[in-house]
């Protein structure tokens, strides 16, 4: 049975596999000096078309707390979205990490930043009593399944460097962002202003370990010794990059991105209709918001069905990964129309 909890549920898929057991074959050095570390470096600086830093970590929230925590000052501040991950899902870790910086949340429509947001939160005071923004991040593919276009991100980006902040993106769902997109790469990250994206590899089917990309490269200068310092730094790091080379040599992590935005189309596709269930965001890229009456919430689980309910009082996610089959997006509809009736 698969279920729709998270994308995170999902295997690793057969070309990172492939790539992990090609890599593990005698010795090589540690630490990064290793062959597949700097094949993956230069496959993400030909992707994203420039000379960008890359480091490798093991999850998520280190990658964003280490990055966030590399572009400001203790006494400095982060403005994020008000369901932002960092803010919402990471246990304090970006305050942890850079010390005691602040998040300062910020409204916005499916799940989106505005400019006008932002702006008041900038300028809403400069005395010494007010931890002063230095960072805005942005969440690509947001946490409620929307996708910021590459206009959207410029303007912002402009915004922030205007009152010198920095740039962050968190992509844990980047590959998601981009197929839903059908841009290049660079389109929607550097070109728009974006300094520093955290590239998310689990959720695309990796078996574990997110990229750090600094398209500002003096931002990096320190940023080997956080990793270090953090318990980031692998000593037998190509089994932490190598799994990339399989997802970025042929394209395997837009197909199988595309393949996880397609299923989240079906089933929301599916949900039209049925008595009781309405969407709460546009479906863009692999998760599906909907509300749901209770009976059929409870009647779900009692069937085995796992999914997550933490938007409003009735909202439930159904996330969907690249190995998630028609077959499987079909039999939980057929439940929801049973329950629903």
Same mark, same amino acid.
Request: glycine residues 8%; contains cysteine; aromatic residues 10%.
């Given at each position: 049975?698969?279920?729709?909890?998270?994308?995170? +549920?999902?295997?690793?898929?057969?070309?990172?596999?492939?790539?992990?057991?090609?890599?593990?074959?005698?010795?090589?050095?540690?630490?990064?000096e290793?062959?597949?570390t700097?094949?993956v470096?230069?496959?993400?600086?030909?992707?994203?078309?420039?000379?960008?830093?890359? +480091?490798?970590?093991?999850?998520?929230?280190?990658?964003?707390?280490?990055?966030?925590?590399?572009?400001?000052?203790? +006494?400095?501040?982060?403005?994020?979205?008000?369901?932002?991950?960092?803010?919402?899902?990471e246990?304090?870790?970006?305050?942890?990490?850079?010390?005691?910086?602040?998040?300062l949340?910020?409204?916005?429509?499916n799940?989106?930043?505005?400019?006008?947001?932002?702006?008041?939160?900038?300028?809403?005071?400069?005395?010494?009593?007010?931890?002063?923004?230095?960072?805005?991040?942005?969440?690509?593919?947001?946490?409620?399944?929307?996708?910021?276009?590459?206009?959207?991100?410029a303007?912002?980006?402009?915004?922030?460097?205007? +009152?010198?902040?920095?740039?962050?993106?968190?992509?844990?769902?980047?590959?998601?962002?981009?197929?839903?997109?059908?841009?290049?790469?660079?389109?929607?990250?550097?070109?728009?202003?974006?300094?520093?994206?955290?590239f998310?590899?689990?959720?695309?089917?990796?078996?574990?370990?997110?990229?750090?990309?600094?398209?500002?490269?003096?931002?990096?200068?320190?940023?080997?010794?956080?990793?270090?310092?953090?318990?980031?730094?692998?000593?037998?790091?190509?089994?932490?990059?190598?799994?990339?080379?399989?997802?970025?040599?042929?394209g395997?992590?837009?197909r199988?991105?595309?393949?996880?935005?397609?299923?989240?189309?079906?089933?929301?596709?599916?949900?039209?209709?049925?008595?009781?269930?309405?969407?709460?965001?546009?479906?863009?890229?692999?998760?599906?918001?909907?509300?749901?009456p209770e009976?059929?919430?409870?009647?779900?689980?009692?069937?085995?069905?796992?999914?997550?309910?933490?938007?409003?009082?009735?909202?439930?996610?159904?996330?969907c990964?690249?190995?998630?089959?028609?077959?499987s997006?079909?039999?939980?509809?057929?439940?929801?129309?049973?329950?629903?009736?």
């Amino acid at each position: 049975m698969q279920h729709f909890a998270s994308d995170n +549920y999902a295997g690793i898929c057969p070309e990172a596999l492939a790539a992990l057991q090609a890599a593990n074959a005698g010795h090589a050095p540690a630490y990064g000096e290793d062959e597949w570390t700097q094949r993956v470096s230069d496959r993400l600086r030909a992707l994203f078309e420039t000379d960008c830093d890359v +480091y490798f970590v093991f999850n998520g929230t280190a990658a964003n707390s280490l990055a966030l925590a590399s572009l400001c000052q203790s +006494y400095q501040s982060v403005i994020c979205h008000e369901i932002a991950h960092v803010d919402t899902d990471e246990c304090g870790a970006p305050e942890f990490f850079s010390n005691g910086a602040k998040l300062l949340p910020a409204r916005g429509a499916n799940g989106k930043l505005t400019v006008d947001a932002v702006t008041e939160l900038i300028t809403r005071r400069n005395d010494i009593h007010y931890p002063r923004p230095r960072v805005l991040t942005l969440t690509q593919a947001t946490e409620v399944g929307t996708v910021y276009r590459p206009d959207e991100i410029a303007a912002l980006a402009e915004l922030a460097h205007r +009152y010198g902040l920095h740039v962050h993106m968190d992509g844990a769902r980047f590959a998601n962002a981009t197929a839903s997109l059908g841009l290049a790469p660079a389109e929607f990250t550097w070109r728009a202003g974006v300094d520093v994206l955290c590239f998310g590899g689990t959720k695309m089917g990796l078996p574990v370990g997110e990229a750090v990309v600094f398209f500002d490269r003096k931002l990096s200068e320190d940023f080997a010794w956080r990793c270090k310092q953090a318990g980031q730094l692998a000593s037998k790091m190509r089994f932490l990059s190598a799994p990339w080379l399989g997802m970025l040599e042929d394209g395997a992590w837009l197909r199988h991105a595309a393949h996880a935005n397609a299923m989240a189309q079906r089933l929301a596709a599916g949900l039209h209709g049925i008595s009781g269930i309405r969407l709460l965001f546009e479906v863009q890229a692999n998760g599906v918001f909907c509300s749901l009456p209770e009976p059929v919430m409870s009647g779900l689980r009692e069937r085995g069905w796992r999914f997550y309910t933490f938007i409003g009082t009735d909202g439930a996610r159904f996330m969907c990964g690249w190995d998630t089959l028609p077959e499987s997006v079909d039999a939980l509809l057929a439940d929801i129309r049973t329950l629903a009736r």
